[in-house]
């Protein structure tokens, strides 16, 4: 097999993976990872695409392939020559490439919302809550209104009363009473 034909081979194969992935094929899924315990803690997978991730790696591949071909034929470089362009011209095009997924990753956003995030702010009760006993409320929280369930240390809040979120325990608020200003 002569050098050209590798490339080409390479080049090709290259060409090939990015279609595939075009239609979803491939190995590269972009899972994003996060966990609320309830707690302090959050955990959560945002750093971004990885410079050997599968979209990386097949533009590097098509790169050197197609590289090493235009070298080889277009300037009939030595073919330790036409090797060297094949890898800088793939790294430059999967550095490029990886570049463009960090920009297009960095612009995703997250409509999750933790516990931590309800503390602290206003809400209305919409069942009434009575002592040692459950009711509900209404909190808007980044931008989303939500409905959890709600308890309070000491007394009764009743029905369109505004309170405080003081902290989240098994998904159930624990709330106080704002005071009227």
């Given at each position: ?86 890898i800088i011209t793939g790294i430059v095009v999967a550095l490029i490439v ?34 040692n006993q459950i009711g509900e409320i209404s909190v808007v929280v980044n ?39």
């Amino acid at each position: 097999m002569t050098l050209l034909t590798f490339f080409y081979i390479v080049g090709i194969l290259g060409i090939v993976l990015v279609l595939l992935s075009l239609f979803g094929v491939g190995g590269d899924h972009d899972f994003d990872h996060s966990f609320d315990s309830g707690g302090d803690s959050d955990s959560s997978s945002d750093s971004g695409p990885s410079l050997f991730s599968y979209r990386v790696i097949i533009s590097f591949i098509t790169a050197f392939g197609m590289g090493g071909v235009l070298t080889y034929r277009l300037s009939e470089a030595t073919p330790l020559w036409s090797v060297f362009a094949g890898i800088i011209t793939g790294i430059v095009v999967a550095l490029i490439v990886w570049g463009l997924l960090k920009i297009t990753f960095s612009q995703q956003a997250s409509s999750l919302i933790n516990d931590k995030d309800f503390i602290g702010m206003s809400g209305i009760v919409t069942i009434p809550i009575f002592s040692n006993q459950i009711g509900e409320i209404s909190v808007v929280v980044n931008g989303q209104k939500k409905i959890l369930m709600a308890t309070v240390d000491s007394g009764e809040c009743p029905e369109g009363a505004l309170i405080q979120v003081k902290e989240i325990n098994a998904g159930i608020a624990l709330v106080e009473l704002k005071p009227k200003n």
